[in-house]
């Protein structure tokens, strides 16, 4: 993909979901008025739409560039958990056949967002009707993807292939609130990718436990794991 569309409203999701790609100034304002402010006034204003979507882009097409050294997408059911406005998966539609994308999220936004650990999952930044738009905006066909409000709706009972939840799932809330729904929807084939700050307590999970790579310029220090059949199912 050479370019994305995105209006001021998704611009703004996309700067709370990944404060990293924030310019200096907005970084500076942020530390001295706070989260609130920053959440509910200078990210509404003070944001470039076109900086932050050559950024997203470029960080998401980084990421599809590691993953596919390590997956096929081709012929898959992905679920997908916390991945935001979905610039990954986007790149992985238009770069792979017959992909279907099951899309869990939530639809609102906190009042102060924080980026630490949460074990309730409470803290939210999308708007499931923005998300929609921008995906079917960007060359998403509709009948390729279905999302779903974590709070509100039945999640998908799939049999998936592929799980993935880059720096949600076990980096900002407790991989056990999935842990049960995961587990019904794996088979002997299913892998899932996710970054953790507890690599090792994985090992008494799955049967395989891969290492990919470590973070070190994130929110928390943590590494990239790709596992696959739970020991206990």
Sequence with gaps: MKKIYLNRDIARL???Q???LLGPILKKIR????RYFF???A???????????KKYLNSMEKEYEILKKYLNFNNKDI???GSGMCGLELIINNKSKDCFFHIIEKNYVSKKVTYGWDNNNNEAYNNL????????????????????DFDLDTLP??????????FSLDYHYDFNLYHEYLKKNFNEKTQIIFDTIRPDYFEKIFKNVQILQDNYDTVHKSKRIICSEFINR
């Design 14 to 16: 996309i700067a709370l």
């Design 18 to 20: 990944r404060i990293e």
């Design 31 to 34: 530390k001295l008025f706070g």
């Design 39 to 41: 959440t509910n006034f």
């Design 43 to 53: 990210s509404k204003y003070f944001i470039s739409p076109n900086l932050i979507g």
């Design 79 to 81: 679920l997908s958990i």
């Design 129 to 148: 009707n923005l998300l929609t738009f921008f995906l079917i905006k960007n060359g998403m066909e509709e009948k390729k993807f279905k999302i779903y």
């Design 157 to 166: 009972i799939v049999k998936f292939d592929l799980i993935i939840s880059l």
